[in-house]
């Protein structure tokens, strides 16, 4: 069982920045792909940012290159999301997931969510 807590979420003006961290439990979490989503209310879920198992090939949503940038400290069993050049429109509960296969396609496991709110 792998259990994921994020946090580092707040509120912070338009332009501002934000890093959040996601720590994750479990010895095989250098073999993880993980995985950044978002929720904003009344909207589905969507996909944020994603790095696989050896922390290369990073992937963004188109809305957020460029300003957000995924990384990863397998040390440290951690995950982070810096956010930088943040918009009203990034206001939503982000969530951390991970992809056991390492594939960034399988999301077994998620974490609860950190408030994130941006305001204008």
């Known amino acids: 069982q792998v259990q994921l807590v994020e946090s580092g979420g707040g509120l912070v003006q338009a332009g501002g920045s934000l890093r959040l961290s996601c720590a994750a439990s479990?010895?095989?979490?250098?073999?993880?792909?993980m995985g950044w989503f978002r929720q904003a209310p009344g909207k589905e879920r969507e996909f944020v940012a994603t790095?696989?198992?050896?922390?290369?090939?990073?992937y963004y949503a188109d809305s957020v290159k460029g300003r957000f940038t995924v990384s990863r400290d397998n040390a440290k069993n951690t995950v982070y999301l810096q956010m930088n050049s943040l918009k009203p429109e990034d206001t939503a509960v982000y969530y951390c997931?991970?992809?056991?296969?390492?594939?960034?396609?399988?999301?077994?496991?998620w974490g609860q969510g950190t408030q994130v709110t941006v305001s204008s």
């Open positions: 479990g010895r095989t979490f250098s073999s993880y792909a």
């Open positions: 997931a991970a992809d056991p296969s390492g594939r960034a396609s399988g999301w077994a496991y």
């Open positions: 790095m696989n198992w050896s922390g290369g090939r990073p």
